[in-house]
């Protein structure tokens, strides 16, 4: 079937080019015709084009390194091509493009080809993936796409509205304890501008947008206000990201990393992580400008 395909894919080509090769040429002409060539009907030419560009738009990828058993830097290959190099521990990566399909994505010591894990899936085109490695506390079931390391989570790269910016809380931490995430306006810290309760270990939850402007982002007990505090570390330091100018127009997002509060080495940190978007191009795929 598949060479069938193949066969028939290939003479629909060669019938569809020389309809632009050849000039029309009648039973009543002795000689070819002086009348310009045949264009081809513009169905043709989108027919054509969707053969040999199946792909118009990349699918596009980006990593976040929460691995826990080794924090260290990492290099990421994808279908044999190194395309990171040296992504933090607790850090997220660049999104880069890659061609959709059959996609496996390989992380390995930075400078080596040491493989620390890896994970293969199918990626869309025109779509958006964060394929994030941690330690081994497991996700929910039934989680898209996997519920263990390393996950792979379906981003949306839409533009948020006019003046407004929005992002994911990801959970990426080692402890199930039970936690809300809220933000707050830096002016008023003790208000909740919004609270996602009952947070569930290993997944990337979407907060509301919010208007542009200074902000406090923090995990915190249950119907608390207080930030957590983390004596792992000497002196303790406060698990919040405070005083965040978040300009509009941008997809924000706050990363929780680390063993549980408290437990040392490598405990409970947050990092962030900013895209800044553009409009769809001509072909409609989406464009990152940072």
């Not at 002795?30 to 118009?56: A, H, I, M, V």
């Not at 405070?242 to 408290?262: E, S, Y």
């Amino acid at each position: 079937m598949f060479l069938t395909r193949r066969l028939f894919l290939g003479a629909l080509t060669l019938s569809l080019i020389s309809l632009t090769s050849y000039p029309y040429k009648g039973l009543a002409y002795s000689q070819l015709s002086t009348e310009p060539s045949q264009k081809l009907p513009t169905g043709s030419l989108s027919l054509l084009d969707s053969l040999l560009n199946p792909y118009k738009c990349p699918a596009k990828l980006r990593v976040i390194n929460a691995a826990v058993p080794t924090a260290s830097p990492v290099d990421v290959i994808v279908n044999g091509d190194r395309v990171l190099e040296n992504v933090d521990f607790r850090q997220a990566s660049r999104y880069v493009n890659v061609t959709p399909g059959n996609i496996n994505v390989r992380f390995v010591q930075s400078g080596t080809s040491t493989t620390i894990a890896s994970r293969t899936f199918t990626g869309a085109p025109n779509s958006a993936y964060t394929v994030a490695i941690t330690g081994t506390l497991q996700g929910p079931s039934g989680q898209p796409l996997f519920n263990q390391s390393p996950f792979v989570i379906p981003e949306d790269l839409t533009q948020p509205n006019p003046g407004k910016f929005k992002g994911r809380w990801y959970r990426f931490s080692e402890t199930s304890a039970v936690i809300d995430f809220r933000i707050s306006k830096s002016s008023s810290p003790n208000v909740d501008e919004t609270r996602i309760t009952d947070l569930t270990p290993k997944t990337a939850i979407p907060y509301p947008e919010l208007t542009a402007g200074t902000y406090n982002f923090n995990p915190v007990l249950p119907d608390q206000f207080d930030p957590l505090i983390n004596n792992a570390f000497n002196p303790p330091i406060t698990v919040e990201v405070a005083n965040q100018q978040v300009p509009p127009g941008v997809i924000f997002d706050v990363i929780a990393t680390g063993n549980g509060l408290g437990q040392a080495p490598n405990s409970l940190l947050l990092t962030t992580a900013s895209t800044q978007t553009a409009p769809p191009n001509a072909n409609g795929c989406y464009q990152i400008v940072q």
